[in-house]
């Protein structure tokens, strides 16, 4: 027996209805939710079968459109039936397709649609009759705004499709369809602006696509492994998000949105530096406060890497850099603990890391009781038997709390931060200079799809500016980012 629908591409039909049906009954035959059922119209010569999976398609679309049409015709004995009338004439389903590949009768039939066998016909019609259970729309969880769109995706992509096009009403807006996943033949939609989107951009992504190989592809992360540049890299280099007013602000801006069948992540290319400062809210807000924001988030990202390795470089190496006060203060209060200060440090940080992380996998009412019984009991518990000292655990808690602001770089802060304490206990502020000037290199380095992931800083003039540390008023954002040919935006006046 074949393992995949693949296996089954470019196999036709015999037209004997005894031998297709039990030629599908044996692909099927120890799945309890297959279902097959045999017409012979009264009226009518010919006889049919019918094909679905019980739970993937709606029963009283399946009785209305194909059952009771298919039972009640009466066309006599004289009159040949083939797969065109039955569609013209027979059916009252708004959406029929023919099919003559069992690979494709097959995919179709897996995915919810129901499958219609002529005798005598080597060609069947599909019907679109999917009914499977979906969750409503909601606001997402982990993308909650105060003002603003509160839709988000879905498990279905046909639902996710129409959310995007609700928000871009335009025929310009494309979408092609693939399957990857060699057992799952999970379906792929990517989703563009033809008069905005780079060719070159769209050409390397289908192309990376096509070669994926792969048993199945259960999420967007699936491709995101297989797609992006860099793939050893701690910084992301293809966008995510379950917002569909974010990915039609991509699309606008001449980006590439990738649907994938079964998660509400849609993924948006390509994906720059820049990015993961901005904020779903930071368009719906007064731009004066966007602003304010955005430039906190730089901040709050320099502080969440720094404070803590800067911290031990001070107190290791460079404690003449330190105000005499404050030296004193931090000696005093470090007397009578027995870890070393680079111990204490990596110790908080991955107690931090333990919390938050228990935090997010433990149901909402006793995750904020573990922050509270973690964060204070523990912590001031800890202080008070020395175990730490009170300075290192205030460093390395504002430098948590300052990666929460930037949660599109935690992976990126978490493997920064340990990577700044292990150089600075070792070769002190020297070693952390190092190290920053090694990172902005690689930052610098790094493409999206082409695309220069900090284009937008590294092209730096006045229009550059204005949608990347802080965020201009509407209309006098007038150009699109710097990688999009059609540079200059609907509606943009100058001021």
């Known amino acids: 027996m074949a393992a995949s629908i693949r296996d089954y591409s470019g196999r036709r039909l015999t037209g004997n209805l005894d031998n297709d049906v039990s030629f599908f009954s044996e692909i099927f035959r120890n799945d309890a ?185 259960l999420d967007s992360n699936y491709l995101t492994e297989y797609i992006r540049d860099s793939k050893t890299s701690i910084f992301k280099t293809v966008g995510t998000t379950e917002r569909p007013d974010i990915v039609a602000a991509r699309l606008l801006e001449g980006r590439v949105a990738v649907v994938v069948e079964g998660t509400p992540m849609v993924l948006t290319l390509p994906y720059l530096f820049s990015e993961n400062f901005q904020s779903d809210e930071d368009y719906y807000l007064s731009y004066l406060v966007s602003s304010v924001r955005r430039f906190l988030r730089y901040l709050c990202f320099a502080a969440a890497v720094c404070v803590p390795a800067v911290f031990i470089a001070l107190t290791t190496f460079h404690i003449e850099l330190m105000p005499t006060h404050f030296a004193v203060s931090v000696a005093k209060l470090r007397m009578g603990v027995p870890i070393s200060s680079v111990g204490e440090c990596l110790l908080l940080v991955v107690v931090f890391e333990v919390l938050k992380e228990a935090g997010v996998r433990m149901s909402q009412s006793l995750g904020h009781a573990l922050s509270i019984v973690g964060g204070l009991v523990v912590g001031q518990a800890a202080v008070e038997a020395k175990i730490i000292s009170a300075p290192m655990l205030i460093a390395v808690a504002f430098s948590g709390i300052c990666g929460l602001m930037v949660p599109r770089l935690k992976t990126s802060v978490l493997y920064i931060r340990i990577s700044s304490v292990a150089v600075c206990a070792l070769f002190g502020l020297y070693g952390f200079m190092a190290l920053c000037s090694l990172v902005i290199i690689h930052i610098l380095n790094l493409e999206s799809f082409g695309v220069d992931y900090t284009v937008s800083l590294r092209r730096i003039g006045f229009q550059s500016l204005k949608d990347t540390a802080v965020r201009a008023s509407w209309p006098k954002m007038l150009y699109r980012p710097l990688f999009n040919r059609n540079l200059k935006r609907a509606g943009g006046r100058r001021l």
């Open 33 to 217: 939710v297959f279902r097959k059922r045999r017409i012979k119209p009264a009226g009518c010569a010919a006889s049919f079968a019918v094909m679905f999976f019980d739970g993937m398609v709606n029963s009283e679309r399946l009785g209305d459109d194909i059952i009771k049409p298919l039972t009640r015709l009466n066309t006599g004995a004289a009159c040949s039936i083939t797969a065109h009338y039955v569609c013209e004439r027979v059916l009252f389903a708004g959406e029929v397709s023919y099919k003559t590949d069992v690979g494709e009768m097959l995919g179709e039939i897996l995915y919810g649609d129901t499958l219609v066998l002529i005798e005598g016909s080597t060609t069947a019609l599909t019907v679109n009759t999917k009914g499977f259970a979906v969750r409503s729309v909601e606001e997402p969880a982990d993308e909650r705004v105060t003002q603003g769109p509160r839709e988000g995706f879905l498990e279905s992509a046909m639902i996710n499709l129409s959310l995007i096009r609700r928000k871009l009403v335009t025929p310009d807006l494309r979408i092609e369809s693939l399957k990857t996943g060699v057992r799952s033949a999970t379906s792929v939609y990517v989703c563009y602006l033809d008069s905005l989107t780079d060719k070159k951009i769209l050409e390397r992504l289908k192309s990376r696509l096509e070669k994926i190989n792969i048993d199945g592809v």
